[in-house]
Nanobody, 127 residues
Framework: QLQLVESGGGLVQPGGSLRLSCAAS????????IGWFRQAPGKEREAVSC????????YYVDSVKGRFTISRDNAMNTGFLQMNGLKPEDTAIYYC????????????????????WGQGTQVTVSS
């Protein structure tokens, strides 16, 4: 069973940057899309960004467009989320997921198609 481990979270001031990593083990990420989701206290888990496995097409939720960049390195079996221009409203636990890539990248970027989850990493944006 594929295992995912996120890293790279932390405390950062508004306007700062973080790079999250999602390392896979006990299997390969190659067949799967990679998704990043976040959950703030008292809120539902929401999709932030996804990347497909075959063509590396990407999707971003409107609130992070132009600030976040998703990528993957299949040789490293790892996905990444570069987060720039962080805002307090980006504060949440960030989870990566291996996504079943059965449709377009935007349509597959939901918890419904997430097959495996990481344990999450806390991102706090505060001055």
């Amino acid at each position: 069973q594929l295992q995912l481990v996120e890293s790279g979270g932390g405390l950062v001031q508004p306007g700062g940057s973080l790079r999250l990593s999602c390392a896979a083990s006990r299997g390969t990420l190659d067949p799967y899309g990679i998704g990043w989701f976040r959950q703030a206290p008292g809120k539902e888990r929401e999709a932030v960004s996804c990347i497909r496995s075959r063509d590396d097409s990407t999707y971003y939720v409107d609130s992070v467009k132009g600030r976040f960049t998703i990528s993957r390195d299949n040789a490293m079996n790892t996905g990444f989320l570069q987060m720039n221009g962080l805002k307090p409203e980006d504060t949440a636990i960030y989870y990566c997921a291996a996504i079943i890539p059965i449709t377009t990248v935007q349509a597959m970027c939901t918890t419904r198609f997430a097959r495996y989850w990481g344990q999450g990493t806390q991102v706090t944006v505060s001055s």
